[in-house]
């Protein structure tokens, strides 16, 4: 058993915002959403920078020794999710929703349980970060997705104020699943003083701000760790030197495609709004090749 300390990188960072918080407010909204958007587009994207060593291995497994035809599907895919941002939103408002929720509980289980989670188990965990804020600031998380154009059904809010007691009793009912299925005492406790910070820190912040603590301070790293350690398992060192390499050139080049995009909303909608729709449609657009590549990987993996 291993506790890696990026859990209690997250539990410590959440604590010290909150306890900013209690000191200084929450009054310049400018400024802390600025914060999380650069956050977001360096520590948060930055952990995709695994993809192109798994890329490589892909097209080893298909035979394809031509990398451009990586690049080029991968690219492609972004561009078809800005697209459909335009012209479909409710049906990629559910698969962004669906396949982030799977990812997010995939992650974490991968770390805390001894055994391969399987696809209502990974729901059933990532579950937490979508309902979480759902439940504790309805309005203002169906007011953000609204405004990127990912819009809920009419009848959300609604629904979500007739089964409240039902969905939180859903995600009680999650960490207590998990707290038995995880096998020792220390990682138990942990699983739990992680569960509490991420309901807590939706409580104290905006969920633009609570999802950003969670992805950049929590999931990020943990997903870093967890590559990693496949990596050594399988004894691939020179693909961490590589992949060591390519954070570098990877934040680089997210960077510009989120400033870009930034500088374009920034003349039509007020700075708050464009940080909003940049940071989640560029997520958006970068979460669905990232996951297909995960999803491969695992594949070829099962497979070997």
């Keep these: ?30 400024l802390i959403n600025s914060l999380c958007f650069i956050f977001i587009i360096t520590i948060g994207a930055s952990h995709g920078a695994f993809d192109k060593s798994k890329g490589k291995k892909i097209l080893n497994h298909f035979k394809i020794r031509s990398t451009f035809v990586f690049y080029f599907l991968y690219i492609s895919t972004i561009f078809t999710i800005i697209l459909s941002w335009v012209y479909i939103p409710h049906i990629l408002t559910f698969l962004f929703l669906l396949i982030s929720v799977y990812h997010f509980g995939g992650e974490d289980l991968e770390y805390y349980l001894s055994y391969k989670s399987n696809f209502a188990e990974n729901i059933l965990r990532g579950i937490i970060v979508l309902l979480t804020p759902l439940l504790i600031k309805t309005e203002l998380t169906l007011y953000l997705f609204d405004l990127v154009g990912l819009s809920f059904p009419t009848s959300s809010l609604e629904f979500i104020q007739n089964y409240y007691y039902y969905l939180t009793s859903l995600l009680l009912c999650s960490i207590l ?111 669905f090749p990232h996951i297909i590549v995960e999803f491969i990987d695992d594949k070829i993996k099962q497979g070997s």
């Design 1 to 30: 058993m291993i506790i890696s300390l990026h859990t209690f990188l997250f539990i410590i960072i959440t604590t010290f915002s909150i306890f900013l918080s209690f000191l200084n407010g929450y009054s310049n909204t400018y």
């Design 177 to 287: 699943y998990f707290s038995y299925k995880i096998n020792y005492l220390q990682m138990k406790l942990l699983f739990i003083a992680e569960s509490l910070m991420i309901f807590l820190s939706f409580i104290y912040f905006s969920p633009f701000v609570a999802f950003t603590l969670y992805f950049c301070f929590l999931h990020s790293p943990r997903h870093y760790y967890n590559s990693i350690r496949d990596l050594r398992k399988n004894l691939d060192f020179s693909s961490i030197n590589q992949i060591n390499k390519d954070i570098f050139s990877l934040t680089l080049a997210t960077i510009s495609m989120f400033l870009v995009s930034f500088i374009f909303l920034y003349y039509r909608y007020p700075l708050n709004e464009s940080i909003y729709i940049a940071s989640i449609i560029g997520l958006a657009s970068l979460t």
